[in-house]
């Protein structure tokens, strides 16, 4: 059984082993000022890689605010001041318990006893001492102006939520809204917190998408039960596999500091499952705690008259999480063979996201290199790059080029070959079926809209 347990734990570990690979060597995620040593736990997304995250992302955009007539987006500053912070309970209470190995001083939180014992591992065998656990603010904290002192602190953001918050009322009269309705954003945040490996999973600069959903106190659960289920709706059409995401309750100790409930939904990564998303009950504390520091009305007015703080319901994605598991979901390999007398057995790669998602939607590639295939191709790339994001491609063989396509996804290749020349037509082949289908070139257009949609 021990041994069969290992094997499994390298077996997931040799999976995040070929993500991050093939992330790097095709283009979706670099390490982060890698000519410098890099940064720990920082990363470029690629040309592929910023495509597939601004796919996911329009996604959220076009499913939590275009499709609902209720939520309305705005997109705010990364810099506040420092007072909304203090009002959102982040300066007192926005902590980690951290302790220290008195062997190497390497810091590490002191609820992650998993962490902790794989970092005793590296000390060979010596007994670690660790400290007591303390509580670090994972705020970062920076200055603005010419001189750095108290006055002139100010922290970067570790949560989108705030400018909901504080521009709520604007956002309420302006648009003239009624409860219920919410208000969206997507915006990089940043915690000074520890961070363990595992790609792109916990990064101290990263990107979420929350949304403030505000309604009449007493509303909430059901407004909770509604959102939790239209976030779950969420995962699956974006084609994340069933059995690989899961809803967690919190326990009440476990909860942040303004939460009365939240259920976290956890995503089947090779190192574990682990959280990509949430949902919070945040109760009317933020705009009650604005409302007195401020001295501003944020309470809402009701046809009645009456006037009260409303409550709010708050589900929130981790895009670059949620990108990983993507990535994670559309891996697999399969076996082929060379073609060859000797019949050598290769590994080919697949990425097979939904083709609405992948980054490059449609290869041109021309049979051969002559001059008047190539200058047919490049015609039939410019009529589709207008609409799709596409690549053209020309070297090595055709069956290299198709397999190049095959691991970042391409859902269609588009051949260009000597027959074009005569029907004007071309061969598309499908990334999953295999399958090819000759269309005619003035019809390809409006081919490939039925599929990709």
């Not at 592929?48 to 499709?67: M, P, S, T």
């Not at 699956?236 to 059995?243: H, I």
């Not at 939460?259 to 939904?265: F, L, P």
């Not at 007195?292 to 409550?311: C, Q, R, T």
Request: net charge neutral.
């Amino acid at each position: 059984m021990q041994n069969m347990n290992k094997q499994n734990k390298n077996e997931k570990n040799d999976l995040m082993d070929k993500i991050v690979s093939l992330a790097k060597r095709r283009g979706f995620i670099f390490p982060g000022s890698e000519i410098y040593g890099g940064l720990a736990n920082s990363y470029d997304y690629g040309p592929l890689g910023a495509e597939l995250f601004r796919n996911i992302a329009n996604f959220w955009w076009k499913k939590i605010v275009q499709q609902r007539p209720d939520v309305v987006g705005i997109r705010g500053p990364i810099i506040m001041n420092p007072k909304v912070w203090e009002a959102s309970g982040h300066i007192k209470n926005f902590t980690d318990p951290l302790v220290e190995c008195k062997i190497c001083h390497l810091r590490m939180r002191a609820d992650k006893p998993k962490d902790i014992a794989e970092h005793e591992k590296t000390h060979s065998g010596k007994k670690v001492e660790w400290t007591e656990p303390k509580n670090f603010n994972l705020l970062f904290k920076t200055f603005i102006g010419t001189t750095e002192d108290s006055k002139s602190a100010v922290y970067l953001r570790g949560e989108t939520a705030q400018t909901m918050f504080t521009d709520f009322k604007l956002v309420q009269e302006t648009m003239r809204r009624k409860l219920p309705f919410g208000i969206a954003q997507i915006g990089r945040s940043f915690r000074n917190e520890i961070t363990t490996g595992n790609s792109i999973f916990r990064t101290k600069e990263f990107t979420i998408a929350e949304l403030e959903y505000f309604v009449k106190p007493g509303e909430d659960d059901a407004a909770f039960d509604d959102w939790l289920s239209y976030q779950q709706e969420f995962f699956k059409e974006l084609g994340l596999k069933e059995e690989n995401f899961k809803t967690v309750e919190l326990p009440k100790d476990e909860l942040a500091h303004y939460s009365k409930r939240t259920v976290d939904t956890y995503y089947k990564f090779p190192f574990g499952w682990d959280e990509i998303a949430g949902i919070a009950n945040r109760t009317d504390y933020d705009l009650k705690n604005h409302i007195e520091l401020s001295g501003a009305n944020l309470k809402y007015k009701d046809e009645k008259g009456e006037e009260f703080i409303p409550y709010v319901v708050e589900p929130t994605f981790g895009m670059d999480r949620i990108m990983l598991a993507v990535l994670m979901d559309a891996y697999s390999e399969s076996e082929a063979r060379s073609g060859k007398e000797d019949a050598v057995h290769e590994t080919e790669v697949t990425l097979r996201l939904p083709k609405w998602l992948a980054p490059v939607k449609v290869a041109v590639l021309p049979l051969s290199k002559k001059e008047n295939l190539s200058s047919k191709a490049k015609e039939v790339y410019r009529d589709l790059v207008k609409d799709f994001v596409c690549e053209y491609d020309e070297t090595q063989s055709i069956g290299k080029r198709y397999r190049r396509q095959d691991e970042v996804g391409t859902p269609y290749c588009v051949t260009v070959d000597f027959d074009t020349l005569e029907d004007d037509a071309v061969t598309v082949r499908d990334r999953d079926t295999m399958k090819q289908e000759r269309i005619k070139i003035s019809e390809l257009k409006n081919w490939l809209v039925s599929k990709l949609q």
